[in-house]
């Protein structure tokens, strides 16, 4: 079994700032990905950004980044230059390397940009 | 850009009542998934749906539900008798696999489910 743990319930942060997420996560599968959603208030779940177990570099997408360490088992999301429009539940989340395979999700992370 | 639909998006019923909740998922993708989150908490997995049959659930997937892909589009979730519990949002998702790793899972905007 998969397990996500998102350590930050909320963060605040100023506009323009960089802001990082924490994600870790428990797989025993030697094949996994790893993602991030984000949830604003209308409730809809947005793809940001994966990264696969075997990928040797960091994934990025626009601003975002995902700060990949897997010996320690984090896949940290790096949102560079935050904007008011990030406000937002982010979510990370997994899935093992066999199937069609259901992500497991973390608790999420409640962020809030202040101009 | 194409994108999942999920139809309601609000739907409100009586305990004990089935209800269908129904997406249309992106054309070329292969793999549909249903999600819930019950208000406040996090996304939870229910069922995989893979070449026309269930290829993975959860244990939340009890016998109340049930998947079905009736056509080449839609792809529908079924509680044959609701619950209260089951009041939650529900998110259709779908997938392809991109160089035979872990698919990219896009979600529809979710029906909102409440059960009184």
């Known amino acids: 079994a998969q397990k996500i743990t998102q350590t930050q319930p909320g963060m605040f942060v100023q506009e323009k700032e960089a802001v990082t997420l924490d994600c870790t996560y428990d797989?025993?599968?030697?094949?996994?990905?790893l993602f991030w959603y984000k949830q604003p208030s209308s409730g809809e779940m947005i793809f940001l950004i994966y990264?696969?177990?075997?990928?040797?570099q960091n994934a990025t997408e626009g601003r975002y980044s995902l700060n990949f360490q897997k010996a320690r088992k984090s896949a940290n999301l790096v949102i560079s230059a935050s904007q008011l429009g990030d406000s937002a539940m982010y979510f990370c989340a997994s899935t093992s390397g066999g199937g069609a395979d259901g992500l497991t999700f973390g608790k999420g992370t409640h962020l809030i940009i202040q101009p | 850009e194409p994108e999942v639909t999920q139809t309601p998006s609000h739907q409100v019923t009586q305990m004990g009542q089935e209800v269908i909740l129904r997406c249309v998922p992106i054309?070329?993708?292969?793999?549909f998934y249903w999600y819930r989150q019950i208000l406040g908490q996090k996304v939870e997995f229910l069922v995989s749906?893979?070449?026309?049959?269930?290829?993975?659930k959860s244990e939340i997937f009890d016998d109340q539900f049930s998947v079905e892909r009736p056509d080449g589009s839609n792809f529908t979730l079924k509680i044959r008798s609701t619950k209260l519990e089951d009041s939650a949002m529900y998110f259709c998702?779908?997938?392809?696999?991109?160089?035979?790793?872990?698919?990219?899972?896009?979600f529809g905007p979710g029906t909102r489910l409440l059960v009184l």
């Open positions: 797989t025993s599968d030697p094949s996994y990905g």
């Open positions: 990264q696969g177990s075997y990928d040797q």
């Open positions: 749906f893979y070449n026309n049959e269930i290829s993975e």
């Open positions: 054309s070329n993708h292969l793999y």
């Open positions: 998702a779908s997938g392809f696999r991109e160089l035979a790793v872990q698919e990219t899972q896009y």
